[in-house]
C-alpha cells in the first residue's frame, strides 16, 4: 500500500438518526475519526437522512470531509418480509438528489412493516437513465441480495445480480467485505472468499467495510438495550433476536488494515470512494421551494396581499 494514503475510510455508520439500531452520536464520530486521521467519514443511517444536515456542519467544522449516504432496503418481490440491503453514497448534489428522491418514493409509495423500501426497478437505468446519477454502490456484503445468494451456496444467481448491479451502477458498483467477530459469524470467512472470487469474475471492485453500531467494545450492552426498547422487545430474554455483536465497533484505522492485510485493494478502495465523493453540500444553506405567485409578483408582494386578504 501507498503509504502516505490514509490507510483506511469508514464508509459504512449508523448514527443515533438510524432510530432502531445505533447509539452513535454524530459528534463522537467525527471526533473519533479526526483523532484517527482519517480524512472522511461516511454517516449511513438505515432507510433515511435524518442526520445529514447535523453531520455535514459537524465534519465540516471538525476538518472531515462528510460522505453522505443511506443504507437502504431492496423489496424482495418474493417474500416481502426478506428484504436485501444496499449502500448508496452520494457522490454529488445528483446524487444525493437522487438518494431524496429514491428515500421519498419509498416512504410515500413502499412501505412495509414499518420499512421504506426501494423497488429494484427504481434503480434500473434500462427504465431511467438517470435514475443512479451520481451514486456510488455498495453490495451489502451478507445482507445484500448478492451475499445471500452466496450463502445460499446459489452462485449463478449471485453472479446474475452482481452483473446487473454493475449495469446499473457503471463503474460505480463495488463488492462489499466484511469480517464481524463473533456470535454464530463462522461463515464471514467462506462469504469473503466468495465474494472475491465472484468480484474477480466479473472484474468488480472489493471494498473494505465494518457495519458501525456503537463507539466502543463497552458501549455493547447500551445498544443492545436501545435495540431491545426499538423492537419491544426484553434484554434478559434468551430467546430474543440477536442480529449484532460486540465487535460492531468504530475500529481504528489500524485494526481495519490488520483485518484485511490480505486483501490491501479492499482498503485501497475504501479510500479511493471516499476521493471519488465530492459533495459541495447544499445542505449548510435554507432550501425554500420555488413558489409561482399567481400574477407574478416577486414573494414578498404576494405574502403582503395574502396576509392582508386573511386579516
Same mark, same amino acid.
Given at each position: 500500500?501507498?503509504?502516505?494514503?490514509?490507510?483506511?475510510?469508514?464508509l459504512?455508520l449508523?448514527?443515533?438518526?438510524?432510530?432502531t439500531?445505533?447509539i452513535v452520536?454524530?459528534?463522537?464520530?467525527v471526533?473519533?475519526?479526526r483523532a484517527?486521521?482519517?480524512?472522511?467519514l461516511?454517516? !449511513?443511517?438505515?432507510g433515511?437522512?435524518?442526520g445529514?444536515v447535523?453531520?455535514?456542519?459537524?465534519a465540516?467544522?471538525?476538518?472531515i470531509?462528510?460522505?453522505i449516504?443511506c443504507?437502504?432496503?431492496?423489496?424482495?418481490?418474493k417474500?416481502?418480509? =426478506?428484504?436485501?440491503?444496499?449502500?448508496?453514497?452520494c457522490r454529488?448534489?445528483?446524487?444525493?438528489?437522487?438518494l431524496c428522491?429514491?428515500?421519498?418514493r419509498?416512504f410515500?409509495?413502499?412501505?412495509w412493516?414499518g420499512r421504506a423500501e426501494?423497488?429494484r426497478?427504481?434503480l434500473?437505468?434500462?427504465?431511467? #437513465?438517470?435514475?443512479?446519477d451520481g451514486?456510488?454502490?455498495l453490495?451489502?456484503?451478507a445482507l445484500g441480495?448478492?451475499? =445471500?445468494?452466496?450463502?445460499q451456496?446459489d452462485?449463478?444467481?449471485?453472479?446474475?445480480?452482481?452483473?446487473?448491479?454493475a449495469?446499473?451502477?457503471?463503474?460505480?458498483?463495488?463488492?462489499?467485505?466484511?469480517?464481524?467477530q463473533?456470535d454464530?459469524?463462522d461463515t /464471514?470467512?467462506?462469504?469473503v472468499?466468495?465474494?472475491? =472470487?465472484l468480484?474477480?469474475?466479473?472484474?468488480? #471492485?472489493?471494498?473494505?467495510?465494518h457495519p458501525v453500531q456503537?463507539?466502543?467494545?463497552?458501549?455493547?450492552?447500551?445498544?443492545?438495550?436501545?435495540?431491545c426498547?426499538a423492537?419491544g422487545e426484553?434484554l434478559?430474554?434468551k430467546c430474543?433476536?440477536?442480529d449484532? !455483536?460486540a465487535?460492531?465497533?468504530?475500529?481504528?484505522?489500524?485494526?481495519?488494515? /490488520?483485518l484485511f492485510?490480505d486483501?490491501?485493494?479492499?482498503?485501497?478502495n475504501?479510500v479511493e470512494i471516499?476521493r471519488r465523493?465530492?459533495?459541495?453540500?447544499?445542505l449548510n444553506? #435554507?432550501?425554500?421551494p420555488?413558489? #409561482?405567485?399567481?400574477?407574478?409578483e416577486?414573494?414578498?408582494s404576494?405574502?403582503r396581499?395574502?396576509a392582508t386578504?386573511?386579516l
Amino acid at each position: 500500500m501507498n503509504t502516505s494514503a490514509p490507510p483506511f475510510v469508514h464508509l459504512r455508520l449508523h448514527s443515533e438518526y438510524s432510530i432502531t439500531d445505533s447509539i452513535v452520536r454524530i459528534d463522537a464520530a467525527v471526533s473519533r475519526a479526526r483523532a484517527e486521521r482519517m480524512p472522511a467519514l461516511a454517516i !449511513t443511517d438505515l432507510g433515511n437522512l435524518f442526520g445529514a444536515v447535523k453531520f455535514f456542519k459537524e465534519a465540516g467544522g471538525g476538518g472531515i470531509q462528510p460522505i453522505i449516504g443511506c443504507d437502504v432496503w431492496i423489496e424482495n418481490d418474493k417474500n416481502r418480509d =426478506q428484504p436485501s440491503r444496499l449502500l448508496l453514497l452520494c457522490r454529488d448534489q445528483a446524487g444525493y438528489l437522487n438518494l431524496c428522491r429514491l428515500l421519498s418514493r419509498a416512504f410515500r409509495e413502499n412501505t412495509w412493516r414499518g420499512r421504506a423500501e426501494l423497488n429494484r426497478q427504481w434503480l434500473s437505468r434500462a427504465a431511467n #437513465p438517470m435514475a443512479t446519477d451520481g451514486l456510488i454502490a455498495l453490495s451489502g456484503a451478507a445482507l445484500g441480495d448478492i451475499g =445471500q445468494a452466496l450463502l445460499q451456496a446459489d452462485a449463478a444467481r449471485a453472479r446474475s445480480l452482481a452483473a446487473g448491479w454493475a449495469v446499473d451502477f457503471p463503474d460505480t458498483f463495488y463488492i462489499e467485505l466484511q469480517r464481524i467477530q463473533g456470535d454464530g459469524r463462522d461463515t /464471514a470467512e467462506a462469504l469473503v472468499n466468495g465474494s472475491v =472470487q465472484l468480484a474477480s469474475a466479473l472484474d468488480l #471492485p472489493v471494498v473494505a467495510t465494518h457495519p458501525v453500531q456503537f463507539m466502543d467494545k463497552d458501549d455493547f450492552k447500551a445498544h443492545e438495550a436501545r435495540v431491545c426498547i426499538a423492537r419491544g422487545e426484553v434484554l434478559g430474554d434468551k430467546c430474543r433476536s440477536r442480529d449484532f !455483536t460486540a465487535d460492531q465497533y468504530f475500529k481504528s484505522s489500524a485494526e481495519m488494515c /490488520a483485518l484485511f492485510a490480505d486483501i490491501p485493494e479492499a482498503l485501497q478502495n475504501a479510500v479511493e470512494i471516499s476521493r471519488r465523493c465530492h459533495f459541495d453540500s447544499i445542505l449548510n444553506k #435554507p432550501q425554500l421551494p420555488n413558489f #409561482p405567485t399567481p400574477n407574478g409578483e416577486s414573494i414578498e408582494s404576494y405574502f403582503r396581499i395574502a396576509a392582508t386578504a386573511g386579516l
